[in-house]
């Protein structure tokens, strides 16, 4: 089992760069910066996008419209057998860790929601970043402030 927090720390800091504007085409420019690239492009409503963190499933999802990017979400942590003896007790561990992590770079949490489904939000200006820890993986989720899940509330 693996879980990249560099990798993690990486992305959000990427993601922040206040020449990030959630357009289709800064996409393009964000996969660049990270090292990504496209398995299916951009439709206008998702694309997959293969990542070089160190997990056993380096994928990330992004959804949006024709206009704009509205989430990215990445797996910062293996995908697992959710049978597999002491995995709940290492994916507690390692969420504690990369919530550590995150907390130096982004200050205070907005939101904690403790539990089996853990998750953890920082609210910035330019959009929320999501940790969460959901059955058997742990995954990033960079948010547009003022859209979600390919639905514009303000455009």
């Not at 997990?55 to 995908?79: H, M, Q």
């Not at 330019?126 to 639905?151: C, H, K």
């Amino acid at each position: 089992m693996q879980v990249d927090i560099r990798g993690a720390v990486r992305i959000v800091g990427l993601a922040m760069d206040p020449g990030w504007d959630w357009s289709v085409g800064a996409l393009d420019q964000f996969c660049a910066a990270a090292g990504w690239e496209h398995i299916s492009q951009y439709s206008g409503r998702s694309a997959t996008l293969r990542t070089n963190l160190g997990v056993g499933l380096p994928e990330s999802s992004v959804y949006g419209n024709s206009r704009k990017i509205n989430l990215i979400s990445t797996f910062v942590a293996d995908d697992d057998d959710p049978g597999l003896p002491g995995l709940s007790e290492w994916l507690a561990e390692a969420f504690g860790q990369l919530c550590a992590a995150f907390t130096i770079v982004l200050g205070e949490r907005t939101r904690d929601e403790p539990g089996r489904k853990a998750t953890v939000s920082w609210d910035k200006p330019n959009m929320t970043i999501e940790l969460s820890m959901i059955w058997q993986a742990i995954s990033v989720d960079l948010i547009r402030p003022d859209g979600f899940y390919g639905i514009d509330y303000q455009e």
